[in-house]
């Protein structure tokens, strides 16, 4: 199924309101080299707090497709699977991670 999400990969930005300043960190899809072409998440004020958050947004896309796979690649059986995995097996948790990007929980 094809994500509802804004296509990856998405970079992080600095919008300068003016020479020196920067007033708000963006985060989306890349247009130009380096630039941001279409906003998901603005984070208005600058702290290396916000950058850091900014970082954890722009690796939203690719994250979530890994954890799909790790999801699809869990060690368990189909009646494992079924009956909720293998103690052992952290996919109940990357599904909980999935949903709750994927507005299901
Ligand atoms: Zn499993």
Not at 4 to 17: D, L, M
Not at 22 to 44: N, W
């Amino acid at each position: 199924m094809k994500p509802k999400h804004t296509q990856g990969p998405w970079i992080v930005g600095k919008r300068v309101a003016e020479p020196g300043k920067i007033d708000r960190i963006l985060v989306g899809r890349e247009g130009q080299p380096g630039m941001v072409e279409y906003t998901v998440a603005s984070i208005h004020g600058y702290s290396e707090n916000a950058d850091d958050n900014a970082r954890v947004i722009a690796a939203a896309p690719e994250l979530l497709s890994y954890l799909k796979e790790a999801v699809e690649d869990c060690p368990c059986t189909v009646a494992e699977r079924a009956s909720g995995h293998l103690v052992r097996c952290r996919a109940p948790f990357w599904q909980e991670a999935i949903d709750k990007a994927e507005g299901r929980s």
